[in-house]
């Protein structure tokens, strides 16, 4: 009876589990057979579906259910077996050397043989003593070197694209005048550079860079060039295909969402660790990778334990198998060992590249438990929780002993240069302190910004000839069909119909500008097919500039010409061909959130012409870049000549003039086209100051188009910076152009206080400016929070109207503020009350923001026709592009 009671039970959850099939697919089918196992190594156990927890408990003491259970086993055992990886190309390099070299079960060919094609106008085949080198491993491979004194590359023609190891060897030694230790190089393919301005580290072992490369080219060149008068040399070369599923397109993001598009990424290797087992060689490694050991690395050794486990591991389809790491990497761990209530950590660091991003590989294996779903930890990355209160069992089915690996894409590390690891204990109740950790694989992401420099085979350029006459050729027999044809038609419109006026003719047409499959909107005399380049903003050519152009004007974008870091990312001062001073915006390679930024702004700036905005100068769209670049403001932002900078202080007419001239820019967009332009980022950071001090809104960004005329907001996300935005829009979501009057309220009051909008070291009531200052006013009291250095420089009725103007800046709700033309001309009559001393000293305070002077509203009147003589700021389709340019000098992303 109890055995039919069991196999009933069974039968009863088979049923509720193909009902659940129905609803959840295939996934429930499978969580049954992987319960059903675990009942059969474990005994009686509660069978959980995917989405209820159905509370049968298994008899497995039937035979009939002992060889139900047999069979699924062995099919399942059928469905996780794992097929060698044969790599389609293994080319092994013993550099230097006449001779082949046998490595373990490796056989690394010389640099003379005829399936490797060197070429190099002149090269040294270098050797050194075998004492030196004795005790290093491989070290057969390290007591020749091949030495270039001029550019020089090793080609090799690939039979299948896809991702490959690149590793390249370098060991040191002395070879009649030339001291390797002194090398300076560069090493690059055709797509990316890997090494740049690069000398050995003072060490005296061999050192190997290794390179994960998505190939796509049917040969790969590898480039040695010498900077300066140094030599450039290399030991020896492995190019090996590996699994293209070794690298997925998506890895968890710390701090939010995915990242997108790993499997073209090249990473270069940083760390490869065995944590708590031996070093592992590349004999022991199915792709001949080396595992060292993580002793050196290790801080926290008092907290855990090393364990090795004798089974077998379980690898199962869809989950890590011996490509992704060896047996002896899943079999070996670290174990947390610390007491109840104790929040101690496993901890280990590293020494990183704070500027770039990295690919963080954690190996994981449940070698400790006794049974499933016991072991909880959580895991951090820096100050980052990456993973919390993980669960082995869950990511393995509950299939003690399965490897699988879990992905995390650190966007930038500690200033510092420290990367921590750590394994701690998991918060959940009635949960034993434990975590452990196999291996870790650390990835740099963004290997090199620099140029690369490709020494082609003569082969290579051979074929090549043909192709380049015949492109030439046809290109020119192109060009030739095209005129013939545009000549025809012309006459024969011109037979058909009459001449047009000149004055009725359209002055240009929009056509579509294609930018990395985005469709943009430019004027038709700026669009072209082809890539011209031009400093200035002249009508006749393209914005698009050469991404050489821009590598020369900023020394290959070095690190010592950045002027800022935002959101988008890195700012650099360079200077073009003509000596003309250009900002040069470019933006972060490592994510894909900037894209809609950058399109926004060569849509909305491609359209605006004013003196109060930043022209933009021109755009690089090649190789996958976002680069946008701008006239430099020789000052920079507002916010560094009001606090934080060491600028001397800015005079109350001074602060004025920059308010006003900000205002009109403002003011343009509201009001310059058939629909208004939000900027939706106001901010004392997005005005810059040229070398006049006159001020220019910047940072389109974020901008949107606003509503329609049947319409009194746009419904949209919330996006700005803390302390600007404003509360109904942050409230309702809804946005209108007042909500960049309620930010430009808050930077009137930056420029009269000179303090941050949020400075959380102050008390509560003083955190943020906004509040602070409006009590302040209400009480009229403005003058007691007035920035020291230019108190008793303000006439007290312009101070009254300033105030006053502020304050209907950040009414509560939007009807309740005035338009950014009335701010505009209140800021004109406050500049007048400074100006005009006693002789108006006795005008009263305006009950409405905008009853204005009419010389105040005259001059405001003129701002649209000063922005261009020549034009009318409903001529559109006219405006060349003068634009707003995101965070020049800012440091804070948006």
């Given at each position: 009876?109890?055995?039919?009671?069991?196999?009933?039970?069974?039968?009863?959850?088979?049923?509720?589990?193909?009902?659940?099939?129905?609803?959840?697919?295939?996934?429930?089918?499978?969580?049954?057979?992987?319960?059903?196992?675990?009942?059969?190594?474990?005994?009686?156990?509660?069978?959980?579906?995917?989405?209820?927890?159905?509370?049968?408990?298994?008899?497995?003491?039937?035979?009939?259910?002992?060889?139900?259970?047999?069979?699924i086993?062995?099919?399942?055992?059928?469905?996780?077996?794992?097929?060698?990886?044969?790599?389609?190309?293994?080319?092994?390099?013993?550099?230097?050397?006449?001779?082949?070299?046998?490595?373990?079960?490796?056989?690394f060919?010389?640099?003379?043989?005829?399936?490797?094609?060197?070429?190099?106008?002149?090269?040294?085949?270098?050797?050194?003593?075998?004492?030196?080198?004795?005790?290093?491993?491989?070290a057969?491979?390290?007591?020749?070197?091949?030495?270039?004194?001029?550019?020089?590359?090793?080609?090799?023609?690939m039979?299948?694209?896809?991702r490959?190891?690149?590793?390249?060897?370098?060991?040191?030694?002395?070879?009649?005048s030339?001291?390797?230790?002194?090398?300076?190089?560069?090493?690059?393919?055709?797509?990316?550079?890997?090494?740049?301005?690069?000398?050995?580290?003072?060490?005296?072992?061999?050192?190997?860079?290794?390179?994960?490369?998505?190939?796509?080219?049917?040969?790969?060149?590898?480039?040695?060039?010498?900077?300066?008068?140094?030599?450039?040399?290399?030991?020896?070369?492995?190019?090996?295909?590996?699994?293209?599923?070794?690298?997925?397109?998506?890895?968890?993001?710390?701090?939010?969402?995915?990242?997108?598009?790993?499997?073209?990424?090249?990473?270069?290797?940083?760390?490869?660790?065995?944590?708590?087992?031996?070093?592992?060689?590349?004999?022991?490694?199915?792709?001949?990778?080396?595992?060292?050991?993580?002793?050196?690395?290790?801080?926290?050794?008092?907290?855990?334990?090393?364990?090795?486990?004798?089974?077998?591991?379980?690898?199962?389809n869809?989950?890590a198998?011996?490509?992704?790491?060896?047996?002896?990497?899943?079999?070996t761990?670290?174990q947390?060992?610390?007491?109840?209530?104790?929040?101690?950590?496993?901890?280990?660091?590293?020494?990183?590249?704070?500027?770039?991003?990295?690919?963080?590989?954690?190996?994981?294996?449940?070698?400790?438990?006794?049974s499933?779903?016991?072991?909880?930890?959580?895991?951090?990355?820096?100050?980052?929780?990456?993973?919390?209160?993980?669960?082995?069992?869950?990511?393995?089915?509950?299939?003690?002993?399965?490897?699988?690996?879990?992905?995390?894409?650190?966007?930038?590390?500690?200033?510092?240069?420290n990367?921590?690891?750590?394994?701690?204990p998991?918060?959940?109740?009635?949960?034993?302190?434990?975590g452990?950790?196999?291996?870790?694989?650390?990835?740099?992401?963004?290997?090199?910004?620099?140029?690369?420099?490709?020494?082609?085979?003569?082969?290579?350029?051979?074929?090549?000839?043909?192709?380049?006459?015949?492109?030439?050729?046809?290109?020119?027999?192109?060009?030739?069909?095209?005129?013939?044809?545009?000549?025809?038609?012309?006459?024969?419109?011109?037979?058909?119909?009459?001449?047009?006026?000149?004055?009725?003719?359209?002055?240009?047409?929009?056509?579509?500008?294609?930018?990395?499959?985005?469709?943009?909107?430019?004027?038709?005399?700026?669009?072209?097919?082809?890539?011209?380049?031009?400093?200035?903003?002249?009508?006749?050519?393209?914005?698009?500039?050469?991404?050489?152009?821009?590598?020369?004007?900023?020394?290959?974008?070095?690190?010592?010409?950045?002027?800022?870091?935002?959101?988008?990312?890195?700012?650099?001062?360079?200077?073009?061909?003509?000596?003309t001073?250009?900002?040069?915006?470019?933006?972060?390679?490592?994510?894909?959130?900037?894209?809609?930024?950058?399109?926004?702004?060569?849509?909305?700036?491609?359209?605006?012409?004013?003196?109060?905005?930043?022209?933009?100068?021109?755009?690089?769209?090649?190789?996958?870049?976002?680069?946008?670049?701008?006239?430099?403001?020789?000052?920079?932002?507002?916010?560094s000549?009001?606090?934080?900078?060491?600028?001397?202080?800015?005079?109350?007419?001074?602060?004025?003039?920059?308010?006003?001239?900000?205002?009109?820019?403002?003011?343009?967009?509201?009001?310059?086209?058939?629909?208004?332009?939000?900027?939706?980022?106001?901010?004392?950071?997005?005005?810059?100051?040229?070398?006049?001090?006159?001020?220019?809104?910047?940072?389109?960004?974020?901008?949107?188009?606003?509503?329609?005329?049947?319409?009194?907001?746009?419904?949209?996300?919330?996006?700005?910076?803390?302390?600007?935005?404003?509360?109904?829009?942050?409230?309702?979501?809804?946005?209108?152009?007042?909500?960049?009057v309620?930010?430009?309220?808050?930077?009137?009051?930056?420029?009269?206080?000179?303090?941050?909008?949020?400075?959380?070291?102050?008390?509560?009531?003083?955190?943020?400016?906004a509040?602070w200052?409006?009590?302040?006013?209400?009480?009229?009291?403005?003058?007691?929070?007035?920035?020291?250095?230019?108190?008793?420089?303000?006439?007290?009725?312009?101070?009254?109207?300033?105030?006053?103007?502020?304050?209907?800046?950040?009414?509560?709700?939007?009807?309740?503020?005035?338009?950014?033309?009335?701010?505009?001309?209140?800021?004109?009559?406050?500049?007048?009350?400074?100006?005009?001393?006693?002789?108006?000293?006795?005008?009263?305070?305006?009950n409405?923001?905008?009853?204005?002077?009419?010389?105040?509203?005259?001059?405001?009147?003129?701002?649209?026709?000063?922005?261009?003589?020549?034009?009318?700021?409903?001529?559109?389709?006219?405006?060349?592009?003068?634009?707003?340019?995101?965070?020049?000098?800012?440091?804070?992303?948006?």
């Open positions: 009876m109890p055995a039919a009671k069991g196999f009933c039970s069974i039968l009863d959850c088979c049923i509720l589990e193909k009902i659940l099939t129905i609803s959840y697919g295939f996934l429930a089918q499978i969580k049954f057979v992987v319960n059903a196992l675990l009942c059969a190594i474990h005994g009686p156990l509660i069978i959980f579906s995917p989405k209820f927890s159905l509370g049968l408990v298994m008899d497995t003491n039937s035979k009939e259910i002992k060889l139900i259970l047999s069979l086993g062995i099919i399942w055992n059928l469905g996780t077996c794992n097929a060698k990886f044969t790599p389609a190309d293994n080319y092994l390099v013993n550099c230097g050397s006449t001779i082949d070299a046998t490595i373990g079960q490796r056989l060919a010389a640099d003379n043989s005829q399936s490797i094609v060197l070429t190099s106008p002149q090269s040294i085949a270098a050797r050194t003593t075998l004492n030196s080198v004795l005790g290093f491993d491989n057969e491979l390290y007591q020749t070197a091949r030495i270039f004194t001029a550019p020089s590359s090793y080609s090799f023609n039979k299948s694209n896809g490959h190891f690149v590793r390249l060897h370098f060991f040191p030694f002395v070879y009649q030339y001291d390797l230790a002194n090398s300076k190089f560069k090493v690059s393919t055709e797509d990316v550079v890997l090494l740049d301005n690069f000398t050995l580290p003072s060490v005296s072992s061999p050192v190997v860079m290794e390179y994960s490369l998505n190939i796509t080219r049917d040969m790969l060149i590898l480039t040695f060039v010498p900077e300066g008068n140094s030599t450039s040399f290399v030991n020896a070369i492995e190019v090996v295909s590996v699994p293209d599923n070794l690298i997925t397109d998506s890895a968890q993001r710390l701090g939010v969402g995915q990242y997108l598009g790993l499997a073209a990424q090249p990473f270069q290797t940083s760390y490869r660790i065995n944590v708590g087992g031996p070093k592992v060689t590349a004999e022991n490694d199915t792709l001949a990778r080396t595992w060292f050991t993580d002793q050196s690395f290790f801080s926290t050794p008092t907290v855990a334990k090393e364990v090795t486990y004798p089974g077998k591991l379980n690898y199962q869809g989950s198998s011996q490509d992704a790491a060896p047996d002896s990497v899943y079999n761990a670290r947390l060992v610390v007491q109840r209530n104790s929040s101690s950590n496993m901890t280990w660091q590293f020494k990183v590249d704070s500027n770039s991003s990295y690919l963080i590989r954690f190996h994981f294996c449940d070698i400790v438990s006794k499933a779903f016991l072991l909880y930890f959580d895991v951090y990355v820096d100050s980052w929780s990456a993973a919390k209160d993980l669960d082995l069992s869950t990511r393995g089915f509950g299939i003690l002993a399965m490897p699988f690996y879990m992905d995390i894409v650190l966007p930038s590390s500690d200033p510092s240069g990367l921590t690891v750590s394994i701690g998991s918060s959940l109740p009635n949960t034993t302190p434990d452990i950790l196999n291996g870790l694989e650390i990835m740099k992401m963004n290997i090199s910004s620099g140029s690369v420099y490709v020494v082609k085979p003569p082969s290579a350029a051979k074929k090549q000839l043909p192709i380049i006459l015949g492109a030439v050729l046809g290109g020119i027999g192109a060009v030739i069909i095209v005129l013939v044809l545009c000549l025809f038609v012309r006459r024969k419109k011109k037979m058909k119909k009459p001449q047009t006026p000149l004055t009725s003719r359209p002055s240009s047409s929009w056509t579509p500008l294609s930018l990395n499959a985005l469709s943009f909107l430019s004027t038709g005399t700026r669009t072209t097919s082809r890539t011209t380049y031009t400093s200035g903003t002249n009508s006749d050519t393209s914005y698009r500039i050469p991404f050489v152009v821009l590598q020369e004007a900023t020394n290959h974008f070095d690190e010592q010409m950045v002027i800022g870091v935002g959101g988008f990312g890195k700012v650099y001062k360079a200077v073009l061909q003509d000596s001073k250009v900002a040069v915006k470019r933006g972060n390679q490592k994510s894909h959130q900037g894209i809609r930024e950058f399109r926004t702004e060569i849509e909305l700036l491609s359209g605006l012409r004013h003196r109060h905005l930043v022209s933009l100068i021109g755009y690089c769209d090649e190789h996958n870049e976002m680069i946008l670049v701008y006239e430099y403001m020789e000052k920079g932002t507002l916010k000549h009001l606090y934080g900078g060491d600028h001397p202080p800015l005079s109350w007419k001074k602060r004025l003039e920059i308010c006003i001239g900000a205002a009109r820019g403002l003011h343009y967009l509201h009001t310059g086209f058939a629909k208004s332009i939000i900027h939706r980022d106001v901010k004392s950071a997005n005005i810059l100051l040229d070398e006049n001090l006159m001020a220019k809104v910047s940072d389109f960004g974020l901008s949107k188009t606003g509503p329609e005329f049947d319409q009194t907001h746009v419904s949209t996300a919330v996006k700005g910076s803390f302390g600007y935005l404003d509360p109904e829009y942050y409230r309702r979501q809804k946005l209108t152009d007042k909500s960049d309620y930010s430009f309220g808050v930077v009137l009051l930056e420029v009269i206080c000179a303090r941050p909008v949020i400075d959380p070291t102050l008390p509560r009531d003083m955190i943020n400016l509040e200052a409006v009590k302040w006013q209400k009480r009229g009291e403005l003058d007691q929070i007035v920035d020291k250095r230019i108190v008793g420089t303000i006439r007290p009725e312009s101070l009254r109207k300033y105030g006053e103007t502020v304050e209907k800046c950040l009414a509560e709700y939007g009807v309740e503020r005035p338009t950014m033309g009335d701010v505009l001309w209140n800021l004109e009559f406050v500049l007048q009350l400074q100006e005009a001393g006693p002789d108006m000293s006795n005008i009263d305070s305006m409405q923001i905008s009853d204005l002077p009419s010389n105040a509203k005259r001059i405001s009147s003129l701002e649209i026709s000063t922005a261009d003589e020549s034009r009318t700021a409903m001529d559109y389709s006219e405006m060349s592009t003068s634009n707003a340019f995101s965070q020049l000098i800012n440091t804070e992303g948006r």
